[in-house]
Structure formats: C-alpha cells, structure tokens
C-alpha cells in the first residue's frame, strides 16, 4: 500500500507560483492514478488536477485549467503541481491522493490512498 506525503505549500501573494510535491512510498507508484484535491474551510473537498498511471492522460478542474499543470515521475515515485497565477479562491488545504482501480477519476471518494495535506494560501 502507497504512503503520500505532500509539500511545498506556504504563502504566496495573487498572481504567484506555487509548486507542490507528492513524495509516495510503499506499492508500485507506477500503477496508481494520481490525483489532486482541495478543502477550503467550511467547504467540501473538491477535485483539482488528476493524471493518469503512465502520465499520458491529464484532468483539470476548469477552475485550474490554464493556470496548474500535474505532472509525474514514476521513476522517482513522485508526483508534482505547479500552480501558476494563484487567486485568493485557491487558498485551501492541498491533498495528493492515489488509486490503483486503473482509472483516472475526479471521484475523490475512488482515491483509497490520501496524504496529511499541505495548506496553501493565496493573499489578496
């Protein structure tokens, strides 16, 4: 079973960049999908960014699309999303998350595998 630890999140002015990292351990990271999600306070968990287990197939948000790109290395278990021309309505708490259905899914509930999360916040 996969270990995801997410980072890079922080503070960051309207307009910036941020880039997380998903770092996986355990399993085979080249057989799950990976896929991003995000909880602002007092809102439900909601899809971001997902790609699929060889990286050929890549899903956006249409909030993101445009503006945050996933990407990932299987040889180095790892996952990436780069967020670019951050808005204050981005801030929230960033989740990585893995399934091995074999599928490519903005479903969270089909993500069996979570990471701690990693907050991100956008100022105005």
């Known amino acids: 079973q996969v270990q995801l630890v997410e980072s890079g999140g922080g503070l960051v002015q309207t307009g910036g960049s941020l880039r997380l990292s998903c770092a996986a351990s355990g399993g085979t990271f080249s057989s799950y999908a990976i896929g991003w999600f995000r909880q602002a306070p007092g809102e439900e968990r909601e899809f971001v960014a997902a790609i699929s287990w060889g990286g050929h197939s890549t899903y956006y948000a249409d909030s993101v699309q445009g503006r945050f790109t996933i990407s990932r290395d299987n040889a180095n278990n790892m996952a990436w999303l780069q967020m670019n021309n951050l808005e204050p309505e981005d801030t929230a708490v960033y989740y990585c998350?893995?399934?091995?259905?074999?599928?490519?899914?903005?479903?969270?509930?089909?993500?069996?595998?979570w990471g701690q999360g990693t907050q991100v916040t956008v100022s105005s």
């Open positions: 998350a893995a399934n091995d259905l074999g599928i490519t899914t903005t479903l969270s509930q089909k993500y069996a595998y």
